[in-house]
């Protein structure tokens, strides 16, 4: 193998699907987004009595994940820690540490009720069914990982950029106006959860703040916390019992996704719906530099080599649309195009074996051009990608259907010359 395809591998903690060697050859932080600090009214003087009173908060900057924690980064932590999650530990464990004993079908991240185990194609969904105490493991993982502080949210970092921080332009839910474009709830996510990313992010490029999976706050949950919350950095009550949840799920109706609504459960419970988002504490925007990876990151071959080979674009046999969970790789190269305005790129498909020559190289043109037109909706110029098949003129193997055929997930994405003013 390579040394581009052996990089590309290990980049799964960005949300991207490449074929990755041994955990821990290297490491890549999840995608983070910069939230400048700043004053804002928190709560909701017509929500419940948790909610109450509205009240000033004044937060300094911070980082936050994207995208909540998928099962395909905690599956990183397990793998390199043997970690067991609480609602794996037996119960004779838990009676031990005060726990009450845990119903056999409620699951866990491994797998879903009905006792069936989460596959590959479940990696770039939300990690659910982990306790507080679960996600503060992961934290405390990837903070030595890094060498970042990793932490979840507190409740009022998590109520600031789910209103899209000092970028805020007051819409009615987290990231709109119309809740079926910004979230899964129970009302269009037939009571399951979903690849992250498909809807759309709120003002500060935010995927999921509601709906999907709930997610886990550092603070104790305070029932009147809000009578006394200090107003510089809260961090919720000194003691308590419960956590604070924030967001609501893809079980839950339109009232629990507003962004000032509020609940806790005990640190040790674990359901299908309860997730996590990580938090880092920064400077101000204007002076920060956002936490690079310990490694070599997923385009740094592109930008040093000049061409890069992905595995994580998703196609079904013999079909050329893209499947919703290669969004994320998209979403990565859709930044690099972004953050490089001078750059061209081709794109270079390629494709299954069909068992027809022709039928190969159709396949891998329309598959290019799929992509390339995922960008564009992405709000990158058109003239600005060429596209490419390459049919049998490359390696077609994968991996097998069930008819036999060779699958390949394979797309190469080469540099060309700069755009001309």
């Known amino acids: 193998m390579s040394r581009t395809l052996l990089f590309i591998g290990i980049c799964c903690l960005t949300g991207i699907l490449f074929t990755a060697p041994a955990f821990p050859q290297s490491f890549v932080a999840p995608i983070m987004v910069s939230v400048e600090g700043g004053s804002f009214q928190m709560g909701s003087a017509k929500g419940n009595l948790d909610e109450q009173p509205v009240h000033k908060v004044t937060l300094n900057s911070f980082w936050i994940g994207k995208y909540e924690v998928t099962n395909g980064e905690f599956k990183k932590f397990v793998d390199a820690t043997g970690y067991l999650t609480d609602a794996e530990q037996t119960d004779t464990y838990r009676t031990q540490h005060g726990i009450p004993p845990r119903n056999a079908n409620n699951g866990n991240w ?15 969904k939300p990690v659910q069914n982990v306790s507080w105490n679960d996600a503060v493991a992961y934290c405390g993982w990837l903070s030595k990982m ?3 502080n990793f932490r979840l949210p507190t409740e009022a970092e998590w109520e600031y950029a789910a209103r899209g921080g000092s970028k805020s332009k007051g819409y009615k839910y987290i990231g709109g106006n119309v809740l079926d474009q910004v979230a899964w709830y129970r009302s269009n996510s037939d009571q399951k959860v979903h690849a992250g990313g498909l809807k759309s992010p709120n003002e500060l490029g935010l995927y999921d703040m509601a709906g999907n999976v709930r997610e886990w706050c550092g603070d104790f949950y305070g029932p009147y916390y809000y009578k006394e919350s200090p107003e510089e950095n809260p961090a919720g009550p000194p003691a308590g019992t419960n956590r604070v949840m924030r967001g609501g799920s893809f079980a839950n109706s339109e ?3 507003r962004a000032t609504y509020r609940n806790g459960e005990l ?15 920064g400077e101000p925007v204007a002076k920060a530099v956002p936490p690079p990876p310990v490694e070599k990151g997923p385009m740094d071959d592109l930008e040093t080599k000049g061409f890069l080979d992905i595995y994580g674009i998703y196609f079904d046999p013999g079909k050329a649309d893209i499947k919703p969970e290669s969004i994320p790789v998209i979403d990565q190269l859709v930044e690099y ?16 074996n069909t068992g027809d020559p022709k039928k190969n ?11 390339k037109a995922e960008m564009v909706k992405h709000g990158i110029d058109a003239s600005r990608i060429e596209t490419k098949g390459f049919g049998d003129t490359k390696p077609v193997a994968d ?14 994405v080469r540099k060309i010359n700069p755009v001309t003013p």
Do not use: C, W
């Open 110 to 124: 491994r797998k879903y009720l009905s006792g069936s185990k989460l596959s590959e194609a479940d990696s770039n």
């Open 361 to 371: 190289q159709t396949l891998s043109e329309k598959r290019a051009e799929s992509i």
């Open 399 to 412: 991996n097998k259907t069930k008819a036999g055929r060779t699958q390949n997930r394979r797309v190469t």
């Open 255 to 257: 009232n629990f996704l």
């Open 337 to 352: 195009m972004n953050n490089h305005p001078q750059i061209r790129i081709t794109v270079e498909g390629h494709t299954d």
């Open 267 to 281: 640190p040790y419970n674990s359901a299908p719906g309860i997730g996590f988002r990580l938090l880092i504490p």
């Open 146 to 148: 890094t060498g970042k």
